[in-house]
């Protein structure tokens, strides 16, 4: 997978805080509404986000302490980013090698280039499930992309990405960026 581009990828630290912000912003009641994630309410997209981080780094060797998945989401997401950060603190843990879907790589940068992606088009889709306007930064922008030209056709196979979506010419960034992962920003 290949994310050439001309701004810098962002830490999956500020992605993991930025994920998490929005879990803390959720009204209760907002985590039973269904989010763009067809068949998923807002709980069940940062079920998917835990669960999906979880079992990638228990197949590499690092897995982390039990978390219970059915708690407030909110609670699930900081327990889990904390202790994806303690995992993290250590660079034997980022620099560990093993061959991906696209070659040989690291759980670092697998972290970041698809994990970090995730929790960048999640955000918007828990967002979103509570009616929340989510705006991601240029820098967000331009890694989603990046990203998104990287995974190629895979992106928008079974149970990742619906096919892209049409978008007026005048539409700004993000609604074509949202587009490009199969989102409507508009109903």
Known sequence: MTTSTTHPAPDLRQLTAA???????????AWDRPSPCEGWAA???VRHVVDTERDFLDQ????LAPIDLDGDPAAVWRTHAAALADALADPAVGGLEYDGHFGRTTVGESLLRFYGFD???????VATAAGLDERFTD???AFVEACAAGFGETLYGEGIC???LD?????DRQTRVLALVGRRTTG
């Open 162 to 164: 619906r096919p892209a």
């Open 19 to 29: 994920f998490g912000a929005v879990c803390d912003r959720l009204p209760a009641d």
């Open 139 to 141: 820098q967000e922008l």
């Open 119 to 125: 929790l960048v088009v999640h955000r918007w889709d």
């Open 167 to 171: 978008v007026p010419a005048d539409a």
């Open 43 to 45: 709980r069940d997209v």
């Open 60 to 63: 590499r060797g690092v897995p």
